[in-house]
């Protein structure tokens, strides 16, 4: 374990401030930890609180959109684990918060596997402190770039945990509108799912400004030009076609609180700025 590892593991068992760490660096907000505060964590530092904020004062649905792309987290996986998927490949997991992939997941069967890929330090120290509550060789939490799909597909640590000739759900939660369009998300996405058998699933939801003022909708991704990942918000056409010869599940591509909600959708649901959906590989 390395020294940032042992100061962060030590600050998760307070109340305190995360520690101060080259590697971290806590000068530059970063979107997982800003996205730790919109859910109400404590995970994050004064320059992602300050960043966060001012995107808070732009638009204070926010934070909303937030818990409801969580809530779509949790929904979107029980209804995979209950379809029989019983791989989950988490990229981009962010912070853990109440009900991750694998406790979701485990809860429908005990076997299903899990592994987490992030880039950021800080999501490493605490996914693999998640691993003391999960099965012991069930859960993975390894470090890797969205932007290198074939390193992650090749990484021997994802395939000693995975079957990739078995059925495997693809996660992109909340991470392909920190791809820009020069790093070519679709062939990412394409990559990805292209390496998967018939029967896996892509499960995504992604940012969007379909539902403000243009001029207002560029104001949060220049706050974001501060923090260690740009955000590249997305129309729901352009959304929908990471889904490219996959079968949507229904109800299709909506915004996250009416993925197959829980409880009544609320008037304002409807305009929630994050677009959700799961499709199937034929």
Known sequence: MTDH???ALDWMSGDQTPPP???LRPEVPHPAR?????LGGKDNFPADRAAAD???????LVRISARANRAFLQRAVRTLAELGVRQFLDIGTGIPSAGNTHEIAQAVDPAAKVAYLDNDPIVLVHGRALLADAQQGSVSVLQAD???PEAILADPAVRDLLDLRQPVALQLFAILHFIDDADDPYAIVRTLVDALPSGSYLALSHATGDFVDPAEAE?????YKSATAQLSMRTRSQVLRFFDGLDLLEPGLV???LWRPDQEPQDTDAEVAI???????P
Do not use: H
């Not at 800003?34 to 919109?38: I, K």
């Not at 001012?54 to 204070?60: K, T």
């Not at 104001?219 to 706050?223: E, I, L, Q, S, T």
């Open 5 to 7: 590892q042992e100061i």
């Open 21 to 23: 760490s080259a590697e």
């Open 34 to 38: 800003m996205y730790d505060y919109y």
């Open 54 to 60: 001012q995107v808070l004062a732009l638009s204070p």
């Open 146 to 148: 969205l932007r290198k």
């Open 219 to 223: 104001k949060g991704p220049a706050v």
């Open 255 to 257: 915004t996250a609180p």
């Open 275 to 281: 677009w959700a959906g799961v499709g199937r590989k």
